[in-house]
């Protein structure tokens, strides 16, 4: 499981990193609105831990941008406010739970599970990006009038890249995805997976798909 906190007093957020190492939990830290976005946007992720009261903004504001953005994560609302109009407010926000501080830990753990364990929206089998046609289900893959075929890690990044169409998406987010998070992310293996699949869906065709932004990652969509 991986989780983002983004709780910007260090105490804290050691604490839950603590506690969430200790139930083999991989997490990491964002502490600033700017930083939370970044890496809520771009990281493949099972749970968002995010607090009300950032520098730069607010964890609802927050929550609304990584909504608007497509962002499907779980969202645990974390903050110091009881009140039921900021718990209302953080659910319309697009939360999918929220607790209150000081809390037990214990509680916490639980409902990360709890949200984790919830069966996700029905995503279409059948996903289409420009003139690149996806099917999830059967593992197929045309573009245009042309059948593809994938070996299983190719697949596998091509269905990283579509279900995060317009997104950037960074090295750890794809190698953790394609393989997994003990996988070392400054391999060139990543390169050379991304270049076999860019000759078989981008070469001989137009517009281009798979997108390398310098220093960033990858963006894949038209």
Known sequence: M??????????????????????????????TFDDGLLHGASAALDVILLDVLLPGGSGFDLCRRLRKKGVKTPI???????????????????????LTKPFAFRELLARVRAVVRRPPALAPEVVRVADLEVDLGRRAVRRGRHEIRLTAKEFALLEFFVRHAGQVVDRTAITAHVWDENHDPFTNVLEVLVRRLRRKIDDDYDPKLIQTLRGAGYRFGA
Not at 18 to 25: D, M, Y
Not at 78 to 94: H, I, P, S, W
């Open 2 to 31: 991986r989780v983002l906190i983004v709780e910007d007093d260090p105490a804290l957020a050691g604490v839950l990193r603590e506690g969430l190492a200790e139930q083999e939990i991989q997490s990491w830290v964002a502490a």
């Open 76 to 98: 645990i609302m974390l903050t110091a406010k009881d009140a039921v109009d900021d718990r209302v407010a953080g659910l319309e926000a697009g939360a999918d739970d929220y």
